[in-house]
């Protein structure tokens, strides 16, 4: 029978995710056993603490037993640590040195969320694509510059190290890990009893997209601002670049050092989280939102959108804006 342990972090973490999982791989084992005879999984919530506390004393979660009583395991699941995250990566030291040792004596591991924090700080994600909740990405990125974050992706799969997206996407980092080591149709089986989508694979449609702002470069800063305050304007890199007195090549570079983006994509962005909005929350159709974002070519328009949504602009206006069938 293999090991399973549900970390359990000392501060104020996220109950549904680690209960959440509990549920799930239960669950699986008693659909395993029903044609094997006996369950995949031993399930073992674990923590440095006897009891730890959720939503400042609400509730206390109890864990099975300490890590230092478990030598080896074989599978991790570190939850989201909501946005606490300096407080956790500074009160679970041992935890990470425990979670770090079983790595290297091939445990696999898989973190929900901002529990990636955890992750990293373990030394486990340099050089490795990860994935974490949209809105620490800036956060992420300043302090863990050696980890290649990549948000669109709702879950990523790297020589045994899971990651995935925000809050309830782990609901389907739970069916891919059920698939993978138990088997299709229990990962069927358990999208079906807790209703699950299991086609969902990406969280780009619900980044809010907000500019990076978290650094020192003047006149990156000054070049955000007037893209996004001129955002109905086709302003080309090249005029942007010499209105600052900076080569192109230059531009270039400082941009994507202080901002993670090009100049181009970084516009791309703020005019379609532009869009989004309208489409979300007003009457205008298509091709009104894509001029009024500097846009006139409709099929460059909407591969744009598509690139950093993962939906068409019809699709997307349709699923958020209550009237989007009205008209379009």
């Known amino acids: 029978m293999k090991h399973l342990t ?3 972090p000392n501060g104020e973490n996220n109950l549904s995710s680690i209960t959440g999982a509990y ?23 674990a923590g440095i603490s006897e009891t730890v506390d959720f939503n400042r004393g609400l509730f206390t979660v109890k864990p099975h037993t ?31 040195d425990w979670v770090k ?7 696999e591991i898989a ?19 990860c994935s974490t909740h949209w809105s620490v990405a800036e956060n ?10 990549q948000t669109d992706k709702l879950i990523t799969d790297e020589n045994g190290i899971y990651t995935n997206g925000g809050a309830y996407s782990f609901l389907n980092l739970m069916l891919y890990l059920i698939e993978k080591y138990y088997n299709r149709q229990t990962a069927i089986y358990c999208s079906k009893v807790f209703q699950i989508d299991m086609s969902r694979n990406t969280q780009s449609e619900f980044t809010i997209f907000r500019g990076q702002k978290q650094h020192e470069d003047e006149i990156v800063q000054k070049a955000q601002a007037c893209i996004e305050t001129n955002v109905e304007e086709k302003i080309t890199i090249e005029n942007l670049s010499t209105k600052y007195n900076i ?5 270039d570079r400082r941009f994507i050092k202080a901002t993670g983006n090009t100049p181009l994509e970084y516009a791309q962005r703020v005019k379609i989280e532009v869009s989004k909005k309208a489409l979300e929350n007003s009457r205008k159709n298509i091709n009104e939102v894509m001029y009024e974002v500097g846009y006139s070519d409709l099929k460059a328009f909407r591969e744009v959108f598509r ?19 009205l008209r379009n």
């Open 6 to 8: 549900i970390i359990i």
């Open 23 to 45: 549920e799930i791989f239960n669950k699986a084992n008693d659909y395993w056993k029903e044609s094997e005879a006996q369950e995949l999984f031993s399930i073992q919530l």
């Open 66 to 96: 300490t890590i230092s009583c478990i030598g080896k395991t074989d599978l991790i699941i570190i939850p989201s640590l909501n946005h606490q995250y300096d407080l956790a990566l500074k009160g679970n030291d041992l935890l990470i």
């Open 101 to 107: 040792k079983q790595y290297k004596n091939g445990a």
């Open 111 to 129: 973190s929900i969320c901002t529990g990636t924090y955890i992750l990293a700080a373990a030394d486990l994600l340099d050089g490795k694509v």
């Open 140 to 149: 992420f990125r300043m302090r863990f510059p050696n980890v290649n974050l």
């Open 247 to 251: 080569g192109r090549r230059n531009f």
């Open 307 to 325: 690139k950093y949504t993962g939906l068409s602009p019809l699709e997307y206006k349709t699923k958020y804006n209550k009237e989007g069938r």
